[in-house]
């Protein structure tokens, strides 16, 4: 079992993530990056709350915690790392609320006029400086040599304003204050930038990169962000109000990573003409507590075209509930070399004996 970033073969991983990022077939026989969990259906909240600022980070326990579970778990998540983050939800930072429940987290909106980022400073606010804090302690506590801090996920322009106004709203404010919307967004933008260029500049560096919140190792500085909302908004709706936000985030950082879903797919073509932004898309399904797979939106059948389109320029991660047909559609269909597979699976360990070539 690999440990951690020591071990003299982590270096073979690191170029098989490299050639990934750079849409790239790998030496020898190339086969896509593979991350599977057994697939499962959401639960509810035990205990619904609302998230407080994390306390000041425990130096000794955290690296006790972490230790224990590198000792036990190795480096790997499949083909992809197993990281120690030290992030928090981004929402936090433009003054929501997040309630944790209905078995996931909920940005509640905190809306008050179109000025109320104007003068914020975000340095001041609690959220953002137990983030720098705790990072800083992480890495005294770890040291920054053996094991892979992620970047922080934020969520991109779109969704942190859908997340302030409701999304309701949002769509109002495209038609009838689009100024202002722009105004909020620009400062929004501010925000995400800053805190993201002051978070990743605590994280360590490995072979020149950093480690994204999906496992990936990239060349450079990074940063995760997601585009939930554009699914609301035509293409050319969204190249004039968001597409300028979401080109400058990336343009603050060298690989920037989106999280996107299928049914934004009306949107590939603006994302994919900024250079340095990997792409990963959700296909959506709806895994029910009665053990069936509800698919939601388009399939994989149905975006081969538009995946093609992607992978003849960048490579992409798909992100889903798989079976082997699926996979294997997958494979006749799209280069493997520049191709991540992850999601939930009925029987992991079989998964992995075909397509990584061992078992669980």
């Keep these: ?215 990936i190792w990239t060349p450079g500085r990074t940063v995760t962000f997601t585009v939930d909302a554009a699914t609301y908004f035509s293409p050319a709706c969204y190249e004039d109000i968001f597409l300028p936000f979401d080109q400058r985030l990336c343009a603050a950082l060298e690989t920037p990573f989106v999280h996107t879903h299928a049914s934004a797919r009306q949107h590939f073509a603006g994302w994919l003409e900024i250079p340095n932004l990997g792409l990963q898309c959700v296909i959506d399904q709806a895994y029910l507590p009665e053990g069936a797979n509800q698919p939601i939106g388009p399939q994989l059948a149905e975006l081969l075209e538009d995946f093609q389109t992607i992978r003849r320029r960048k490579s992409l991660m798909m992100y889903g509930y798989w079976d082997e047909p699926t996979i294997q559609l997958a494979l006749e269909q799209l280069p493997a070399g520049g191709c991540a597979i992850l999601g939930m699976v009925e029987d992991p360990a079989a998964i992995r004996e075909k397509y990584l070539g061992r078992a669980a």
Aim: aromatic letters at 10%; one cysteine or more; hydrophobic letters at 40%.
């Design 1 to 215: 079992m690999t440990r951690d970033l020591s071990d003299p073969g982590v270096a073979a991983r690191i170029q098989r993530h490299r050639d990934y990022w750079w849409n790239q077939e790998p030496a020898g026989a190339g086969r896509p990056l593979y991350q599977v969990v057994k697939a499962y259906a959401m639960s509810d909240t035990a205990n619904p709350h609302e998230l407080e600022p994390p306390p000041l980070l425990d130096a000794a326990a955290f690296r006790t915690s972490i230790e224990q579970s590198y000792d036990q778990h190795g480096l790997y998540n499949d083909d992809l790392f197993r990281l120690v983050y030290t992030g928090i939800s981004s929402e936090v930072l433009v003054g929501c609320r997040i309630a944790v429940r209905a078995g996931t987290h909920w940005a509640e909106p905190c809306f008050t006029d179109w000025h109320q980022l104007d003068g914020y400073r975000v340095q001041d606010t609690l959220w953002y400086q137990r983030l720098l804090e705790n990072t800083r302690r992480a890495v005294a506590a770890l040291g920054d040599e053996k094991y892979p801090f992620c970047c922080m996920p934020f969520r991109g322009a779109a969704d942190m304003a859908a997340a302030m106004l409701t999304a309701e709203f949002l769509c109002d404010a495209v038609l009838d204050q689009p100024a202002k919307l722009k105004d909020l967004l620009a400062r929004i933008t501010d925000i995400t930038i800053e805190t993201a260029l002051a978070h990743g500049a605590l994280l360590p560096r490995h072979e020149g990169g950093q480690f994204n919140s999906y496992g």
